[in-house]
């Protein structure tokens, strides 16, 4: 699809009001917070689902709520009538979805229903409110095991369930911008950082290490991998908010591509001991290697991701390790 130009009023400034569903999300939390800094008017949705421990979910809805300029709904974008929900609002930022690869070929009703179901109500809704633009948060699972750096233009060629439920979502978001509704599709590509969700590798690999406990790897380590750190992901799709274009899908990355033994090695030097590694074979749908060409997202979001591999890891790392800390401190 060619993608539309357009004309926008500035990211920056005060008094716009969005939606941001998914907001008690890992990346949605912390876009709902960066957007509130800027002067946003922010309405959070979510539907606090056990895709990994609400818990984690419920603290930080709690901390969204003492913020000022952010209101929080709690319901399945399913079930929830839309409609109240958008009026008056100029920015979708659409995050909510079931993440995960290797759940879903078991749960693949549930992927339709987040992913594929959820977002085409989000869509017509925010077509019949008025909304000016839906910010789409895709995936980098949907080039599958495609050739590296992957471009926007390549053929999609899923091979997991999740991805195929990205995609599918995407394109529905995609062709609305030919219906009066500017859309933007962000191909985000492995986010992580302090807060990242419990069943990401990163944070599995740390908590084991700061445990000294066995780390599991699925695979010989080879697999590489472009990781996003999460300030850059919220900082890109702030800007796909005003992006001079619609109808189009953007990749967001790290900028590097980085294999999981040299994850490992930068693990050993944050913990200062050795790590006992149990290799296992290869998880089905895990590509071999993501990479993001950030062409489109340096012309059209004016996107180059500011932080490093070794020290965002670093960061998390310490977000670990004063996690466990505390817990422990709790239970003594």
Request: charged share 20%.
């Amino acid at each position: 699809m060619e993608p539309a130009s357009c004309c926008h009023p500035a990211t920056t400034g005060r008094f716009r009001r969005c939606v941001v569903t998914g907001a008690a999300g890992f990346i949605g939390s912390q876009l709902c917070q960066q957007l509130a800094r800027l002067g946003w008017s922010v309405i959070g949705v979510d539907a606090f689902t056990d895709s990994y421990d609400p818990a984690e979910k419920r603290l930080r809805a709690a901390q969204l709520s003492q913020l000022a300029g952010v209101s929080l709904i709690q319901g399945d974008l399913v079930e929830l009538d839309l409609m109240p929900i958008m009026d008056g609002v100029e920015v979708v930022f659409h995050l909510a979805g079931r993440a995960g690869v290797r759940a879903s070929f078991s749960l693949e009703d549930r992927y339709i229903h987040d992913n594929v179901t959820a977002t085409e109500l989000v869509v017509s809704a925010s077509r019949a409110a008025g909304v000016r633009r839906l910010v789409y948060a895709s995936s980098s699972s949907v080039y599958g095991d495609g050739e590296a750096p992957f471009r926007e233009d390549a053929h999609p060629a899923p091979i997991s369930p999740y991805g195929r439920s990205k995609l599918e979502a995407e394109r529905c978001c995609l062709a609305a911008a030919t219906q009066g509704l500017e859309t933007v599709a962000l191909r985000y590509f492995t986010v992580y950082g302090p807060g990242q969700r419990p069943d990401m590798g990163l944070r599995i690999f740390a908590e084991a290490a700061l445990r000294r406990q066995p780390i599991t790897l699925l695979g010989d380590g080879s697999q590489r991998r472009d990781f996003t750190y999460v300030t850059d992901i919220v900082a890109a799709t702030i800007a796909a908010a005003d992006a001079p274009v619609s109808g189009i899908a953007i990749n967001v990355g790290g900028g590097s591509s980085v294999s999981l033994l040299d994850v490992l090695d930068l693990l050993r030097s944050f913990t200062a001991h050795e790590l006992d590694v149990n290799i296992e074979p290869f998880a089905r749908g895990d590509v071999r290697v993501t990479a993001a060409d950030l062409s489109r997202a340096r012309s059209l979001l004016g996107f180059v991701a500011e932080v490093p591999l070794e020290v965002g890891f670093e960061r998390e790392v310490a977000w670990v390790r004063d996690r466990l800390e505390a817990t422990e401190a709790r239970s003594a």
